[in-house]
């Protein structure tokens, strides 16, 4: 297990994954740590959908219904396309946003704490070398995609964390450039 700072100075998107997924301890390390994400109020405003095995396949399915909604005349090897999406990978985990109006915690608040989830589990997942990448595209903003799913009105598809084997090589990463971004006021 790698160290906390050399984790979070490293961490990189791995967008070529294979099987097998992460076993059953590494999903855990990695499920916890979503579930450490800061969260004003203490509102847990996230669940999280596991998508494996043939329920890659239905996934690819529903984005073709979706797809096919907007473009009828879509073609067969366009469809073909977005039907493989889901299968880059051996697991996804779907972070869903569950935000309820509250009196001092704005929903945009709550949507940042499911993506502070969804960040943690990549971490989670650099760190114990498992293969990541965060990806949203379209389809994660397609209604008939978040009811195939099961979303309530209130509810939104903050990502799909793509997650399995490292394929290949990843990009080399350039030296963070703090003075850029950091700047005293
Ligand atoms: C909310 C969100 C959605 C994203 N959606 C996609 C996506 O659909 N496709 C994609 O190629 N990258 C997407 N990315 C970017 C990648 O996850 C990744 O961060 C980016 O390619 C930079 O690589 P790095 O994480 O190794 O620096 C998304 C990132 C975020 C935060």
């Known amino acids: 297990m790698m160290e906390a700072l050399e984790a979070l100075h490293n961490r990189i998107s791995v967008p070529r994954l294979t099987e097998p997924a992460p076993d059953e301890e590494a999903l855990l390390n990695i499920y916890k740590s979503a579930l450490r994400a800061a969260d004003h109020g203490l509102l847990t405003p996230w669940r999280f959908l596991v998508i494996k095995g043939a329920s890659l396949k239905k996934l690819g399915n529903l ?15 366009k469809q073909e396309k977005i039907r493989r999406k889901p299968l880059r990978a051996p697991l996804i985990v779907v972070t869903i946003s569950s935000s309820e109006q509250h009196p001092k915690i704005p929903v945009f ?50 990502g799909f964390l793509y997650l399995g084997t490292i394929a290949g090589p ?11 971004f950091f700047k005293e006021w």
């Open 63 to 77: 984005f073709v219904e979706a797809s096919l909604s907007d473009d009828a005349d879509m073609s067969p090897e």
């Open 170 to 180: 990843t990009r080399e990463l350039m030296e963070a450039q703090v003075e850029l």
């Open 109 to 158: 608040e709550q949507e940042l704490s499911a993506a502070a989830a969804t960040q943690n589990m990549l971490m989670a997942a650099y760190s114990q070398e498992v293969g990541a990448m965060w990806r949203t595209g379209s389809m994660a903003y397609h209604p008939l995609v978040k009811k195939g799913l099961g979303l309530a009105i209130h509810e939104k598809i903050i």
